[in-house]
C-alpha cells in the first residue's frame, strides 16, 4: 500500500503508465492528472556510481509506444556551420537574405527575426555597440562557432526553469581540460566570446562548462538543411549501447521522439546508440572516445563477432584458407588479429591497409550501380560479404536498383534478383545488429516489398502460379516498412516513403482477401 498522491489515503492503485505514483480514486487521479502528466512517463530516472544518472522501464513497454517526445531545451548552429538563418537555422545565400536590422545576423526573412531563439545572440551583439558583417557565405564560418554556446550561456534569459536543467547536464568539464578539442574550443570559444562581444558576463570556466555540456549533450537534428544542434532535457539521460533498445526520430518542430521498436521489459535500462550502429565497432569506439569521452562496453562492443553476424571480420590472408580474421583480443581492435580457421596472425597495419583503402574508394566512388556493383566485385577478395564497408555499397545498391516505380517494371530480371537478395540479406543482418536504426530498415523493407510484389507480376505473366505467397510476403514487408517508418515526418524522404508504404499496404491488403 502507498499514500494516494493527492489525500495521503493508503491505496494499492498506480498510475498505470509510469507506475510511479499512487491514487485512492480515479476523481483524485483526474484532479491531479494537469501536475503529473509532464512527469508521467513509463521509465523513472534512476542514478549509480559507474553510470549516473539513467532511465529505467517502471513497466513493460509495448513494441511501437512512444516513451518520450520533448522539446529541446536550446538549439542552434552546428559548431562547424557555413552561415545559416538565425532564426530557421536553415542555409542562406549570398544574394538571397535580410541582416537583422538590430544586431547585422543575417536572417532569411523577416519572418525568422521574431523567433525566441535569435533574442540571445541578437541582444549581446546590440550591447556590443557594432553589427555584425557576414560576407563569406561559402563554407564554413569561423564567427558561427560560438553561437550555440552563446545560447546555451543566455538560457536563463528567456528561461530560469531551462537554464537550471542546462546546469543540471553533465559537462565532463574536468575529463575533457588540456585535450586538444578542449583547447581548440578556448581559443575559438572561450576566449573568443568575450573578446568579440566585448562583454565580462561569463566566466571562461563556464563558458567551456557550456561547450561541454553541449558537446557531450548535443543532438544533431536533421529538420534544417544543414542539421543544427540541439539539446534536450530527460533524453540526455538516455545512456549509451551500441545494440540499444530505444530508436531516435524528430517531428517537424524538432522535438525528439523516442520509442520502442520492439518490446522493452520492466526494469530494463533505456538506451540509444550515440554514435552509427551501423559502423563496425572499431569506428563506433573510436567516434564515441573522441566525442563522447568514455570507452563503450555495450554488449556488442564486448563481443568481437558482433553477435555472431562477423560484421567487422575480413577474409584470411591466406586465400586458400577461406577463414574470417578478427582481433585476438576482444576489447583490442588496434592489436593483431587471427584467423579463426587456420589461426594464422596478421599484424593491425595489415588490416588497415585493407580497411582504409575499402573506405576511401566508397567515399571517392561515383554513387551509381556500375561502380558499386565494380567495388563489391573487387573487395570480395579481402571481405566478406556481410562486411560493414560490403553493406554500405548494397544498401546503396538496394536503392539504386531500380529508383522508382517506372525503373522498377524495365529493370533486367537479373538485376531484380540482386535487389531482393541484397535487401533480405540487409534486413537479417540489421535487425540483428541495429534493429533501432528504424529509418534504414524501413528504407530497405519498402524497396524490398516493392521487389517482391515486382517479381510477383512477371511470374504472373509467365505462369498461372497462383502468386498469393509471394504477395502475402510483400505485405508483410510492407507493413514492417510502415511500422520503422510510423513517427517520420512528411519534411523527410522517410516521411514520403512512409504515405506511399500505406497506399501499397492498403491495396495488397484487398488484393491478397480476395486472391
Ligand atoms: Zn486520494
Ligand atoms: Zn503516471
Ligand atoms: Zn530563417
Ligand atoms: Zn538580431
Ligand atoms: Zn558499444
Ligand atoms: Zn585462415
Not at 516513451?67 to 542555409?91: D, F, W
Not at 523493407?445 to 516493392?450: D, K, P, R
Request: charged share 25%.
Amino acid at each position: 500500500m502507498n499514500p494516494c498522491h493527492v489525500c495521503q489515503e493508503p491505496t494499492k492503485n498506480k498510475c498505470s503508465n509510469c507506475n510511479l505514483v499512487s491514487y485512492c480514486s480515479v476523481q483524485h487521479q483526474k484532479q491531479d492528472w494537469k501536475t503529473h502528466k509532464p512527469s508521467c512517463h513509463p521509465f523513472k530516472i534512476a542514478h549509480n556510481e559507474q553510470l549516473g544518472r539513467h532511465l529505467v522501464a517502471t513497466r513493460t513497454i509495448k513494441p511501437y509506444e512512444i516513451i518520450l517526445k520533448e522539446a529541446p531545451l536550446m538549439r542552434g548552429p552546428s559548431q562547424i556551420s557555413a552561415p545559416v538563418c538565425l532564426g530557421c537555422l536553415n542555409s542562406i545565400e549570398a544574394d538571397d537574405h535580410i541582416d537583422c536590422s538590430e544586431c547585422g545576423w543575417p536572417l532569411c526573412g523577416p519572418e525568422c527575426k521574431s523567433l525566441d531563439e535569435h533574442k540571445a545572440e541578437c541582444g549581446l551583439t546590440k550591447d556590443r555597440g557594432d553589427k555584425v558583417n557576414v560576407t563569406e557565405f561559402n563554407g564554413p564560418h569561423p564567427l558561427y562557432t560560438c553561437l550555440s554556446t552563446v545560447r546555451c550561456l543566455l538560457i536563463g534569459e528567456t528561461s530560469p526553469e531551462k537554464a537550471s536543467k542546462f546546469q543540471e547536464l553533465e559537462s565532463l568539464e574536468s575529463t575533457r581540460r588540456g585535450s586538444n578539442q578542449w583547447k581548440a574550443d578556448l581559443t575559438s570559444i572561450g576566449q573568443f566570446i568575450p573578446k568579440f562581444f566585448k562583454t565580462q558576463k561569463f566566466s571562461e570556466e563556464e563558458i567551456m562548462r557550456a561547450v561541454g555540456a553541449l558537446q557531450i549533450n548535443g543532438h544533431e537534428v536533421p529538420i534544417s538543411d544543414p542539421p543544427h544542434v540541439a539539446v534536450f532535457y530527460t533524453a540526455s539521460f538516455v545512456e549509451n549501447s551500441c545494440l540499444p533498445n530505444l530508436a531516435k526520430s524528430f517531428n517537424k518542430n524538432g522535438h525528439c521522439i523516442l520509442w520502442a521498436p520492439r518490446e522493452i521489459k520492466k526494469n530494463a535500462h533505456l538506451s540509444i546508440c550515440y554514435s552509427d550502429a551501423v559502423w563496425g565497432t572499431a569506428d563506433r569506439q573510436r567516434h564515441l572516445m573522441q566525442t563522447k569521452l568514455f570507452k563503450c562496453a555495450c554488449v556488442r562492443c564486448v563481443d568481437v563477432t558482433e553477435l555472431d553476424t562477423l560484421y567487422s571480420a575480413i577474409k584470411c590472408e591466406d586465400r586458400k584458407c577461406g577463414g574470417l580474421m578478427l582481433p585476438i583480443k576482444d576489447d583490442d581492435w588496434n592489436g593483431s588479429w587471427r584467423c579463426r580457421e587456420c589461426h594464422k596472425q596478421v599484424q593491425k597495419h595489415y588490416v588497415e591497409r585493407i580497411l582504409e583503402r575499402a573506405g576511401q574508394d566508397i567515399h571517392s566512388m561515383e554513387k551509381n550501380v556500375e561502380s558499386g556493383l565494380k567495388y563489391l566485385k573487387h573487395y570480395e577478395k579481402w571481405l566478406p560479404p556481410q562486411h560493414y564497408h560490403m553493406s554500405e555499397i548494397k544498401i546503396l545498391l538496394v536503392q539504386l536498383l531500380a529508383k522508382d516505380q517506372q525503373e522498377l517494371m524495365v529493370i533486367p530480371d537479373d538485376r531484380l534478383l540482386l535487389k531482393l537478395q541484397f535487401a533480405r540479406e540487409l534486413i537479417e543482418l540489421y535487425e540483428i545488429i541495429a534493429p533501432c536504426e528504424v529509418r534504414m530498415l524501413g528504407t530497405l523493407c519498402f524497396e524490398l516489398h516493392s521487389a517482391i510484389a515486382e517479381q510477383t507480376r512477371r511470374v504472373a505473366l509467365e505462369t498461372s502460379l497462383s502468386p498469393k505467397d509471394r504477395l502475402e510476403e510483400s505485405l508483410f514487408y510492407v507493413d514492417k516498412c510502415v511500422n520503422y517508418l510510423q513517427y517520420e515526418s512528411d519534411i523527410f524522404v522517410e516521411g514520403h516513403m512512409l504515405k506511399q508504404a500505406k497506399i501499397n499496404r492498403d491495396a495488397l491488403r484487398m488484393v491478397t482477401r480476395i486472391s
